[in-house]
């Protein structure tokens, strides 16, 4: 079993930023790549960007490239979404995956509760 806890959301002015974290535990949290979600209100759940065991990253969503920037400390295992230049289309509750294999289609084997980012305007 692996266990996902986000942080760091909250609410931020349109422009602002916010760095998300994600801390994996559990015996073999450092087997699985992370990936990143969001969900905004009445919308379903939209892939971000994701980081593989081996350190590699997907592409980003479009709308959010040049923003965003997934990194990872290895040693804390825990994934970072630093998030730039924020707009309120970026308020959403965003939630942390870890997935053998990641990317926009892959599953997903365990899930972080969520922490809710609000971008006010």
């Known amino acids: 079993q692996v266990q996902l806890v986000e942080s760091g959301g909250g609410l931020a002015q349109t422009g602002g930023s916010l760095r998300l974290s994600c801390a994996a535990s559990g015996r073999t949290a450092s087997s699985y790549g992370t990936g990143w979600f969001r969900q905004a209100p009445g919308k379903e759940r939209e892939f971000v960007v994701a980081i593989s065991r081996s350190g590699i990253k997907t592409p980003y969503v479009d709308s959010v490239k040049g923003r965003f920037t997934i990194s990872r400390d290895k040693a804390k295992n825990t994934v970072y979404l630093q998030m730039n230049s924020l707009k309120p289309e970026d308020t959403a509750v965003y939630y942390c995956?870890?997935?053998?294999?990641?990317?926009?289609?892959?599953?997903?084997?365990?899930w972080g509760q969520g922490t809710q980012v609000t971008v006010s305007s």
């Open positions: 995956a870890a997935g053998a294999v990641v990317g926009p289609g892959a599953v997903y084997d365990f």
